[in-house]
């Protein structure tokens, strides 16, 4: 469980209001902060976590696992740099994607409304 990908566990510059060198636990966040995460399933290897990102929100996401993330409403995109547009973008075109293991992403709420999305993970017991 320990090898779990931790999201938020290492921000840095984002639009989040966290002070540098802080962690920001996303699965205590309310329900009006401006990224939180709702573990569904973890069972067997797996697990299954959904994503609520604000508007205009950046979060930062390295993956310990393969993972994979489906759009299930709004719109998100993945950017290798903060302020840089991404060439992956979730929406109602395009509602899948998986992404390996090692990769330090962020990802920016692109629409107007909040935007959520689920996170399925595989790892070694």
Not at 30 to 47: K, L, T
Not at 81 to 86: A, E, I, M, N, T
Request: hydrophobic content about 40%; overall charge neutral; glycine content about 6%.
């Amino acid at each position: 469980m320990s090898n779990r990908t931790q999201f938020g566990s290492a921000i840095e510059p984002s639009t989040l209001t966290v002070p540098q060198n802080k962690t920001f636990n996303v699965y205590l966040a309310p329900p009006d902060a401006p990224v939180r995460a709702v573990e569904i399933y973890s069972f067997g290897g797996y697990c299954v976590t959904w994503i609520y990102l604000l508007p205009n929100v950046v979060f930062p996401l390295q993956t310990r696992n393969p993972i994979t993330i489906m759009q299930l409403k709004g719109s998100v995109e993945f950017r290798n740099d903060p302020v840089l547009r991404g060439e992956i973008i979730l929406n109602s075109k395009m509602r899948l994607v998986e992404l390996k293991a090692g990769l330090f992403l962020h990802i920016a709420n692109t629409g107007t409304d909040v935007a959520q999305f689920q996170v399925t993970e595989s790892y070694d017991l």
